[in-house]
């Protein structure tokens, strides 16, 4: 195979109405209703893809169902046959009656994969450009490559490792013989390895804790806005689900104006204004309590020369 195309990302929210808001009406992504069975989902067409927004109790789902990035869909005419000699494990209809199969999470290094006949949502530009990346807990970063990159054929973008570092500086200071200042070696706080994946549509990015080793069930404090913050999310993410997908991450080209604008409308923000991410990009994350709790949504502004920036351009 040679790459694949994301259709849609399936989210679950225990608050569908504030989710679909947030989308629709703070974003101003297009929402089309799809009829699935004998009820309709709402999906917010974003670049070229699209998001679905599903409730917890959403039958069509297969288990376990938490808040948050359920599956990712990729687009394929006869879905059975793009899984290849990847098994299997549930296969119907589904979104707009098209026929999917969802693959075996063991045999995806856990994450929820979908192939599914396209389904063609409208959408229009607007604050968000795209779909910038899908965050993954990854616990074998090894395992991930070679399902993505070797069997399914998603080219490998880049790979990196954010560290979070102290340094800590004495001076000596005397009133005869001037001052002396000694630096000590930096410790490490935290860190993440990061390895990314393209589709057509957006990014996979592979996430694994890259700090020093912690004493047995200790986990670095939640303090969201750093690396140490976000490797102990992973961690803690890992703990309750096991690996999967974890966030969704959307791009635009004016991070500030707009977290300053969601702020002001009175959404609750983990970020107020861009910081440093991966790939020389500024990033922002919203707080999960907007949507009741689980889902974590990101923005991302792309770097402006270079890599991948152009693939929205």
């Not at 209809?93 to 999917?100: D, E, L, N, S, Y």
């Not at 080219?155 to 013989?177: A, I």
């Not at 912690?214 to 913050?229: F, I, K, N, V, Y």
Request: hydrophobic share 40%; charged share 20%.
């Amino acid at each position: 195979m040679n790459g694949q195309i994301l259709s849609y990302v399936a989210l679950v929210a225990r608050d569908t109405e504030a989710t679909g808001r947030f989308l629709g009406e703070a974003l101003g992504l297009q929402a089309t209703p799809v009829p699935l069975g004998s009820r309709e989902v709402t999906f917010f067409g974003v670049g070229g893809t699209a998001i679905g927004v599903f409730e917890a109790t959403d039958p069509w789902l297969d288990s376990p169902v938490f808040p948050g990035v359920h599956h990712m869909a990729l687009a394929a005419p006869d879905p059975v046959a793009a899984a290849g000699a990847l098994p299997v494990v549930l296969q119907g209809t589904g979104p707009g009656g098209r026929r999917f199969a969802a693959l075996d999470p063991a045999a995806t290094a856990g994450v929820r994969t979908r192939f599914t006949e396209p389904l063609d949502i409208p959408w229009h530009d607007g604050p968000v450009i795209g779909i910038d990346h899908l965050g993954i807990a990854c616990a074998d970063e090894d395992d991930a490559i070679r399902v993505f990159v070797d069997t399914l054929g998603c080219p490998l973008e880049s790979s990196e490792t954010d560290l979070e570092l102290r340094s800590v500086t004495e001076s000596f200071v005397s009133d005869r013989y001037g001052a002396v200042f000694h630096s000590r070696p930096p410790h490490i706080l935290g860190g993440l390895r990061a390895v990314f994946a393209t589709l057509a549509g957006c990014e996979l990015e592979f996430l694994s804790d890259a700090g020093p080793p912690l004493p047995p069930g200790e986990r670095p404090p939640a303090d969201g806005g750093s690396t140490r913050g976000d490797r102990s999310a992973i961690a803690r993410f890992i703990d309750r689900h096991g690996p999967g997908l974890a966030h969704i991450a959307l791009a635009t080209g004016r991070i500030d104006a707009l977290l300053a604008r969601l702020a002001g409308d009175g959404w609750r923000m983990i970020d107020h204004e861009g910081r440093p991410g991966g790939r020389g990009s500024l990033i922002g994350f919203v707080h999960p309590q907007n949507f009741g709790g689980g889902l974590l949504i990101h923005f991302v502004e792309p770097a402006s020369e270079g890599g991948y920036a152009g693939k929205f351009a």
